[in-house]
T-cell receptor, first 117, second 110 residues
């Protein structure tokens, strides 16, 4: 079974600054995906970024990038030039790579990020 | 961009009543899921569904829960006899490659 750990319950960052959210995971799988999801106050789950474990290159999406350390089983999210709209709960999630339906997401507990004006 | 649609957005029900939460997945997606998020807690997997049958279910998904895809478009989650602890946000998701989540149904059991 997989576990995802987000040990920081809350973080705060000044607008325009950079913040890094931490995530570690444990698995015996070799092929998998890792995700960061954003959940604003509306409670919708929005995909921020995705990383395939077989790719060594860290994923990047505009202001969002990850630091994926496979050996350490670490997957942190860096948000550059933080904006007020980034205020949300952020979840790290794991999914085993599979062609079937048995590709459930395992989520961490989440971290509440507040961006201060 | 295609969306997963969930209705209702909020449902209040009496303890012991049956509820049906509805979802319309993206039309060309093959795999369907229900997840649950108790307020302030992490999102938990309930069930996955493929080819008109359950592929996997979690320990949470006991006999009071059921899913079906009655007409090829809707995907429903039924809770037969609701308990106070069923109060949560319920998310439907569909997938062909990556996941797309619906906006959720907030279920309140009183």
């Amino acid at each position: 079974a997989q576990t995802v750990t987000q040990s920081q319950p809350e973080m705060s960052v000044q607008e325009a600054e950079t913040v890094t959210l931490s995530c570690t995971y444990d698995t015996s799988e070799s092929n998998y995906y890792l995700f960061w999801y954003k959940q604003p106050p509306s409670r919708q789950m929005i995909l921020v970024i995705r990383q395939e474990a077989y790719k060594q290159q860290n994923a990047t999406e505009n202001r969002f990038s990850v630091n994926f350390q496979k050996a350490a089983k670490s997957f942190s999210l860096k948000i550059s030039d933080s904006q007020l709209g980034d205020t949300a709960m952020y979840f790290c999630a794991f999914m085993k790579r599979s062609t079937g339906a048995n590709s459930k997401l395992t989520f961490g507990k989440g971290i509440t990020l507040s961006v201060r004006p | 961009e295609p969306e997963v649609t969930q209705t209702p957005s909020h449902q209040v029900t009496q303890m012991g009543q049956e509820v049906i939460l509805r979802c319309v997945p993206i039309s060309n997606h093959l795999y369907f899921y229900w997840y649950r998020q108790i307020l302030g807690q992490k999102v938990e997997f309930l069930v996955s569904f493929y080819n008109n049958e359950i592929s996997e279910k979690s320990e949470i998904f006991d006999d009071q829960f059921s899913v079906e895809r009655p007409d090829g478009s809707n995907f429903t989650l039924k809770i037969r006899s609701t308990k106070l602890e069923d109060s949560a946000m319920y998310f439907c998701a569909s997938r062909v490659d990556g996941y797309t989540f619906g906006s959720g149904t907030r279920l309140t059991v009183v």
